[in-house]
């Protein structure tokens, strides 16, 4: 028997009227409710809705604060430094990137050093902000450790999800989303959802030996080695140690759990070093000759970052979004405890 699929648009209000529930200023929840389904569309599920009854104990806990005082610490032409006071993290990096957005525009770039803020989602759905206005985006968060640096087999690092977005004319957004570590955190639990394993290369369990489980499954493995640990270590010197708000070594050291993330977002004016649309045509340009490629054994396409997303998201958009078991439960567990009527 397939997944149910539900209409993102009925998707997308329950989703607001949950965090409507759960103490949010209804434009706080609507734009919460945008981002996860903005993930389900392009079948990053595990950034999407199945994160519902993890963010309400996250709120009713204070770990997550439903109206919090966002502050802009220092601002220059280019720069601001964000305190975020726990937010969810949409709201303050929506805030952050429309900033950032506007400072590109004047100066050539803009950029945003966030602190203090919570879950964020996709992090391709900031990036793709600054694409719709015909810029650049970058998107880099950090939280504390969750991942293996290379030759360890204990948490030591965050695998720091990335996203670079760039504009073309001809053919889809290039968007590469994407974390430090071989699979994102968050797929163990859509694994969990569908009731599958995993792949032992994925992640170890606590006491560091091999797993398939995705519920025993709790430290991920660094993407590419040495690669992946190198680039975590890097975005954690962009972000949280710049930020004077560090997550690593107070883990480390006490064993205590911080539900607390930093992040920064970029924008870029193209226009600044080319004419727009000549390089969104060298853009497409470049995709073109990349897919014209021979094709090694076994593959049919050679596919652009982002380039599965967007086709998914056509799928989904037309025929709703599949929800597995799991994450059906978690929807029915939400709607019971808010009073609300589950869309499933």
């Not at 149910?4 to 209000?13: G, H, N, Q, S, V």
């Not at 050539?108 to 964020?120: A, E, K, M, P, S």
């Not at 853009?283 to 014209?292: M, N, P, Q, S």
Request: net charge negative; aromatic share 6%.
């Amino acid at each position: 028997m397939s997944d149910p699929r539900i209409d993102a648009a009925t998707l997308e209000a329950f989703t607001k009227d949950c965090f409507v529930r759960a103490g949010l200023p209804e434009a706080d929840a609507a734009i919460e409710a945008e981002v996860l389904i903005w993930a389900n569309l392009r079948g990053v599920d595990s950034h999407g809705v199945q994160r519902i009854p993890s963010y309400l104990d996250n709120l009713e806990k204070g770990w997550m604060n439903a109206t919090p005082d966002i502050k802009i610490l220092k601002e220059s032409p280019a720069v601001l430094y964000m305190d975020a006071d726990k937010a969810m993290g949409p709201i303050p990096t929506v805030q952050a990137m429309n900033a950032v957005i506007e400072k590109a525009k004047q100066v050539g770039i803009g950029w945003c050093l966030i602190r203090n803020v919570t879950h964020q989602g996709a992090m391709g759905y900031y990036s793709e902000m600054a694409v719709a206005e015909g810029l650049a985006g970058i998107a880099v968060v950090c939280s504390p450790p969750n991942m293996a640096p290379f030759g360890a087999k204990a948490a030591g690092l965050h695998n720091s999800p990335i996203a670079f977005s760039f504009p073309t004319s001809k053919h889809k957004t290039v968007t590469l989303d994407m974390a430090t570590s071989v699979a994102a955190g968050g797929k163990l639990s859509v694994a969990s959802d569908k009731r599958v394993p995993i792949p032992v290369e994925w992640a170890l369990a606590p006491d560091g030996s091999e797993t398939t489980d995705p519920d025993v499954a709790s430290i991920l493995r660094p993407a590419g080695g040495t690669k992946g640990s190198g680039l975590a270590m890097v975005f954690q010197c962009l972000t949280s140690l710049m930020a004077n708000n560090p997550l690593i070594v107070p883990v480390l050291k006490s064993g205590e759990k911080i539900h607390n993330q930093n992040s920064f977002v970029a924008a870029i004016d193209i226009s600044f070093f080319i004419n727009v649309d000549d390089y969104r045509s060298l853009l497409d340009e470049t995709i073109d000759e990349l897919k014209a490629l021979p094709k090694a054994d076994g593959h049919e396409e050679i596919m652009m970052p982002g380039e599965p997303e967007h086709r998914t998201f056509d799928d989904r958009s037309a025929n709703g979004i599949p929800l597995p078991p799991g994450t059906v439960e978690k929807l029915q567990e939400a709607a019971q405890r808010l009073d609300l009527t589950s869309p499933v």
